[in-house]
């Protein structure tokens, strides 16, 4: 389904913070933008590279002289800060009065997009968020201890903290921008379990959440990571939250 939504008005800022993207930075860039111009939306892409070694920044520049400045926003940081950091730094220099958060990695894909600004519409939602684990959702290039591991990761939080949502993890998101703003205040994990705090505050603040189906798709270049010091993190950051929220 391609078109205008009924969106006037709305600009849609993307937050894209890099570390080692320079392989799928132009890919993600491509079809963000052709997403955007075929639906008629009013975007920006916001580039927050860490000092990228494999000439990330570089690539970036290139791509900023191909879609324009106001559509390629350079926002680089002096090192490897941190992924809430990145978002604050991202929503300082942000025009848009809806933020959408993903990976770079192309493990998010933009065609998504108009169906969360679809779902925003429906009840005027605080956020919209991605989730492998509803109807029409899921994982592409996962094993099967990976999949276990996310699926029961999402199970035991579910459990735990009741957020409201099914993909707890899920990193694919559309916020109005006050609204994220004001979750990032009082988020405080790093790392692995950020993105959960995010949802376990939405809820205690009674913000509203829809959510779309997505599948997610392990990246194409780059390696990811997911060994024992991320899963004791995450277990450590949902005890965290479950005592303190």
């Known amino acids: 389904m391609s078109g205008k939504l009924a969106i006037q008005g709305n600009k849609y800022s993307v937050l894209l913070p890099t570390y080692n993207e320079r392989d799928n930075l132009p890919i993600i860039t491509r079809l963000l933008t052709k997403t955007f111009e075929e639906f008629d939306i009013d975007y920006e892409i916001i580039i927050i590279d860490d000092a990228s070694p494999d000439g990330t920044l570089e690539v970036a520049k290139k791509l900023q002289e191909i879609y324009g400045e106001d559509r390629i926003v350079l926002r680089p940081r002096a090192g490897k800060l941190g992924l809430g950091t990145a978002y604050v730094h991202g929503i300082k220099n942000a025009k848009g009065n809806f933020i959408i958060i993903m990976d770079a ?18 009840k005027d939602y605080d956020i919209v968020t991605g989730s492998r684990y509803i109807n029409g959702g899921g994982v592409y290039g996962w094993d099967l201890r990976r999949k276990l591991i996310s699926r029961g990761a999402n199970l035991l939080a579910d459990l735990l903290l009741n957020p409201g949502v099914t993909d707890l993890t899920g990193s694919f998101r559309l916020y109005k921008r006050h609204i994220l703003e004001q979750i990032i205040e009082a988020t405080v994990s790093k790392g692995y379990v950020f993105q959960m705090e995010m949802m376990v505050r939405a809820k205690q603040f009674n913000f509203t959440v829809g959510e779309v189906p997505i599948t997610f798709v392990d990246r194409v270049f780059g390696e990811s990571k997911l060994g024992a010091g991320e899963i004791i993190g995450y277990l450590n950051g949902l005890y965290m939250l479950f005592v303190s929220v």
């Open 105 to 122: 990695d192309m493990s998010h894909h933009p065609k998504n997009i108009p169906d969360f600004i679809r779902k925003q519409n429906e």
